[in-house]
C-alpha cells in the first residue's frame, strides 16, 4: 500500500503524538509499504540528512515532506502549519495514494478530508489528543482581563464547540482510531457515527532489551548510598498535572523512611516554575530535573527505577505507561481516561482518585512492597502486547479493509471495530 500520513507535529518535536506518528511509518515501512509523512518544518530538519533515520530497516518506503509553517507557535512549542501548506498539493498531483491517514482534527485535518474527496481515497483519522483538555494553550484564555466573560467562553468551548467539531470531523472520515477502549466509548457518546477502532500506540523492540548494566550505573549515580529511585517523564505543562505529583512527592517525603530520588525526564514551559515550586515544597533534593533523554535511552532509566509515577489526567493513551512497563517498572497513576485502560490495580500498578495522601500512600506501598518483583514480571507481560511489529500487522489490516470497504459510513464489520 502507498499511505500519506498527515500530521501537525512530527520529530524533532518532542511529545506523544510525533512518536506515535513515527513509529506507526516505521512498523508499516517494515512490512513493505511505502509511507509519506507530511509534516511541518524545523529548523533542525534543514539538514536534509537528519531525514534519512530509519533508512536501513524501512529500506527507502519511508518519506518525509515538510511543509512550512507560520512564524508564530504554541506556548508548548508546537509549530502551527498553515491552513494550506503549499508543500502538500503537488505531491498528491504526481503520486498516487491508496489512504489517507491524519493524526490531527485541525490544520491538516481538513486538507486530508479534501484530498480524499478530491482524490477518492479514504481517510483514516486517529484521535490522539483530548483538546479540550489544551485549550489554554490559546491566546484568548490567557491572562486575567476579562475573567468572567473569559471563563464563560472558555466552557462554551470546552463543553460545547471542541466536542462539536470533533464530532463532524470524525464523522467526516471514513474510519476512526482510538488509543484506547475508554476513548472509544467516549468517542461513540460524543456522536461518532462511524467506524472506530482501538489502536494503541507501538513499542519498538529497544524497550524491551535488557540494559541491566547501564540501569545499575544510573542507580549508582542518583543514589550512591542506596535507596528508592523513582521516575517520571513528559511534558512540563500544564495538562500534564505537575502540581499534583510535585505535592504528592511532598506527602512520600513526609511519609518514607528511605532515601529517593525522583527523576523528571521532559523539558517544557513550566521547567523554572516547577524549580522553584520544589523549593517551596522542600522536596529539591529529591527532585532530578534530567531534561529530555534520548528515546533509545529512556528505557535504562525506566529499567532502572523501581516506580514509575503519572499524575496526567489528559491522556488518551499514555504511551509513557506502556514504555514503564516495558521495562519493568509498575505504575502509580491518578485514575483516567488512557491509564484505566493498562494499570491494573494491585497487579501492574495502582490507580488513585485525585487525592495527593491515597496517591502517595499506594507509591510509599509499591516502593516498599516484598514481592514487587512480581509486580514488576506482570507491568512486562502487560505491555508486550504494545509490540510495534505486531500493531503495524493490525493497523495494516484495518487500512485493506477500509480501502476494500469503499465507503465503510454504510457499514462493515471488522475484529476490532465497533
Not at 512518536?19 to 509511507?35: P, T, Y
Amino acid at each position: 500500500m502507498k499511505i500519506a500520513m498527515l500530521t501537525n507535529n512530527y520529530r524533532p518535536f518532542v511529545g506523544g503524538v510525533p512518536i506515535s506518528v513515527e513509529r506507526q511509518a516505521v512498523g508499516l515501512a517494515k512490512r513493505g509499504n511505502d509511507v509519506t509523512v507530511f509534516a511541518p518544518a524545523y529548523e533542525e530538519t534543514k539538514d536534509a540528512a537528519k531525514e534519512q533515520l530509519h533508512e536501513e530497516e524501512c529500506r527507502g518506503r519511508l518519506h518525509v515532506v515538510r511543509f512550512s509553517t507560520g512564524k508564530q507557535c504554541l506556548e508548548n512549542g508546537m509549530a502551527i502549519p498553515k491552513l494550506a501548506p503549499r508543500e502538500i498539493l503537488p505531491v498528491f498531483e504526481e503520486e498516487w495514494f491508496d489512504l489517507i491517514h491524519t493524526h490531527h482534527p485541525m490544520f491538516v485535518g481538513p486538507m486530508a478530508l479534501y484530498l480524499g474527496k478530491k482524490y477518492d481515497l479514504p481517510v483514516v483519522y486517529t484521535y490522539h489528543t483530548r483538546y479540550e483538555d489544551y485549550l489554554h494553550y490559546l491566546p484568548l484564555f490567557q491572562g486575567q482581563k476579562n475573567g468572567i466573560f473569559r471563563e464563560n467562553i472558555y466552557r462554551a468551548a470546552k463543553e460545547k464547540l471542541v466536542p462539536g467539531y470533533m464530532r463532524w470531523f470524525t464523522n467526516q472520515c471514513n474510519l476512526v482510531l482510538a488509543p484506547s477502549a475508554g476513548i472509544q466509548k467516549q468517542i461513540r457518546e460524543q456522536g461518532t457515527k462511524v467506524p472506530i477502532a482501538v489502536f494503541p500506540t507501538g513499542l519498538e523492540e529497544g524497550f524491551y532489551r535488557d540494559f541491566a548494566k547501564e540501569a545499575k550505573e544510573i542507580r549508582r549515580r542518583f543514589l550512591p548510598e542506596g535507596g528508592v529511585l523513582f521516575c517520571t517523564t513528559g511534558r512540563l505543562e500544564k495538562e500534564k498535572n505537575p502540581e499534583f505529583l510535585f505535592r504528592g512527592i511532598q506527602q512520600l517525603k513526609e511519609k518514607m523512611y528511605q532515601t529517593f530520588r525522583v527523576l523528571v525526564i521532559g523539558t517544557g514551559s513550566m521547567q523554572e516554575e516547577l524549580r522553584e515550586r520544589a523549593k517551596q515544597l522542600k522536596i529539591q533534593k529529591e527532585i532530578c530535573f534530567l531534561g529530555n533523554v534520548p528515546n533509545m535511552e529512556l528505557n535504562q532509566y525506566l529499567q532502572a527505577s523501581d516506580v514509575f509515577l503519572f499524575a496526567s489526567k489528559s491522556e488518551t493513551q499514555g504511551i509513557v505507561l506502556a514504555e514503564a512497563m516495558a521495562s519493568g517498572c509498575p505504575v502509580v497513576a491518578v485514575q483516567a481516561s488512557g491509564v484505566e485502560d493498562i494499570v491494573k490495580n494491585g497487579v501492574n500498578g495502582f490507580m488513585t482518585e485525585e487525592d495527593v495522601f491515597a496517591w502517595a500512600e499506594k507509591v510509599q506501598e509499591t516502593a516498599e512492597k516484598s514481592d514487587r518483583q512480581e509486580m514488576r514480571r506482570q507491568a512486562k507481560q502487560t505491555a508486550d502486547s504494545y509490540r510495534a511489529d505486531r500493531l503495524a500487522q493490525y493497523e495494516e489490516l484495518l487500512y485493506e479493509q477500509c480501502i476494500l470497504a469503499g465507503d465503510p459510513r454504510k457499514g462493515y464489520s471488522c475484529q476490532g471495530i465497533r
